[in-house]
């Protein structure tokens, strides 16, 4: 009976790990909007790229063509997006997704690592609004004035936002996080 109890959970936990691993899976989502399931590969040289089971060769993945891509090994999702600085979509890591998004654009200057939030509402037309680096192309004051207007439209989080005064990244992620979910951010 106890043999049998064992091969019964043993059974269970290798369903339930075949499901979980099989519900986290690569995929890209065209520009058409098609989500395509595939796997996702990382060259060191030649650019992210994808390949379904009907594709004979792998195939770069172009912020014209894809709207955004999911590499489940990494739990990272990218999405094509266009600055106000930029003619062509980018790819950006997003950070928070919802009625307000945050993406996160990193730039490397020699041996520094600058982080640089960039946020939208309803739209993948994103504003600059944060850096880790000396500044940005609009002064900090019409920055917070962006973030404060997005909130507006739910009182409690914008109260919250008047309230602390604070335009931390942390504070901006635990905002947007409680705007779009309703919940406060329990971690980061």
Not at 26 to 55: E, L, N, R
Not at 142 to 148: N, V
Request: charged share 25%.
């Amino acid at each position: 009976m106890k043999t049998l109890r064992i091969i019964t959970i043993l059974y269970l936990l290798t369903i339930v790990l075949a499901t979980s691993a099989h519900a986290q899976t690569d995929y890209v989502i065209t520009a058409k909007g098609d989500s395509i399931p595939c796997k996702i590969s990382m060259p060191f040289f030649g650019g992210i790229k994808y390949k379904d089971d009907a594709m004979s060769e792998p195939k770069k993945i172009k912020p014209e063509e894809i709207k955004q891509y999911f590499i489940a090994r990494k739990n990272l999702l990218e999405r094509s997006v266009q600055t106000d600085s930029t003619l062509k979509p980018v790819f950006m890591t997003v950070i928070e997704k919802g009625k307000i998004n945050i993406y996160e654009s990193i730039i490397y200057s020699g041996d520094t690592q600058i982080a640089i939030w960039y946020i939208s509402k309803d739209s993948d037309d994103v504003i600059a609004l944060k850096t880790s680096g000396l500044s940005l192309s609009k002064p900090r004051r019409t920055r917070k004035d962006i973030l404060a207007k997005m909130l507006m439209d739910n009182k409690a989080v914008y109260n919250k936002y008047k309230a602390d005064d604070k335009f931390t990244f942390k504070q901006i992620r635990k905002l947007v996080h409680w705007y779009d979910t309703g919940h406060p951010l329990t971690s980061h």
